[in-house]
């Protein structure tokens, strides 16, 4: 009796950004919002105008939009070279927001950018294949530093899933060492200061994740992470991220590639 082909993972069917939305109709959920603002005002995280966390024009410039994927320098335990996905790019109006998020503590306009997680998560499983019996697809996050949870008091991306309706993130990576802050740093600086970061919390022999972050720069983190699940045990089958930064480049065009990694 033939074999019938592996079928597309639930997760990537559980994973639709719509599921994250509230239930409330359109036009209920329309009204509740202008209320809210009346009450208590706020400013659009992406323009500074009044009466939002996000204005429509912001929520429109939001919206996801399928980016090419891209791999990760790195193997997974099947030899397999990473695919990370991305919902946006990293500038203007999603720059903005996810800055506001992160630094200024600005959680009432994080659901945006969670539906745009949310959706490179859903494309990304999109071509996992599995075979009748294999273990779920977990999600897993690179942990935020000590330092980093102080400052804040909340994860990002920890928020960012549960806003987008996504599983719960499986807590198995911790931090072996401490680094200094990627942003200044160029991409051979990043791989030499994410190198050894991560590492298991146990082994992760025949359990399978896909990786999420916000943002990806240039892929050092993502592909630490990826080496570290790996070294214990455990499979890649993909990556996904809100946002990407795009190439620097004279020839850089709306539809180019971008470059990816985590923060």
Do not use: W
């Amino acid at each position: 009796m033939p074999r019938r082909p592996p079928a597309p993972h639930p997760l990537a069917r559980e994973a639709v950004p719509g599921r994250a939305r509230e239930a409330l109709p359109a036009l209920v959920r329309e009204a509740v919002l202008d209320a809210a603002a009346v009450v208590l005002p706020v400013s659009c995280a992406g323009c500074g105008a009044d009466g939002r966390s996000v204005c429509r024009e912001c929520l429109a410039a939001l919206a996801p939009q399928p980016l090419a994927p891209l791999t990760l320098d790195a193997a997974n335990l099947a030899g397999s070279t990473v695919s990370v996905t991305a919902s946006a790019r990293y500038e203007r109006v999603m720059r903005a927001v996810i800055v506001a998020v992160k630094e200024n503590g600005r959680r009432d306009a994080a659901t945006p950018v969670a539906l745009a997680l949310a959706a490179s998560v859903h494309r990304a499983l999109e071509g996992v294949r599995v075979d009748a019996g294999a273990p779920a697809i977990e999600i897993a996050m690179v942990p935020s530093s000590a330092s980093a949870y102080r400052a804040r008091g909340f994860d990002p991306v920890a928020l960012l899933v549960r806003r987008g309706g996504l599983p719960g993130p499986a807590r198995v990576l911790r931090r072996a060492r401490s680094t200094v802050a990627q942003k200044s740093l160029d991409s051979a600086a990043r791989a030499r200061n994410a190198h050894g970061s991560l590492a298991a919390r146990s082994r992760l022999d025949g359990r399978f994740f896909l990786l999420v972050d916000d943002v990806v720069t240039t892929g050092s983190t993502l592909a630490e992470a990826t080496r570290a699940i790996t070294a214990a045990g455990g499979n890649v089958v993909a990556a996904a991220a809100a946002a990407a930064t795009p190439r620097r480049s004279s020839n850089t065009r709306a539809s180019d590639d971008i470059t990816v990694s985590g923060d």
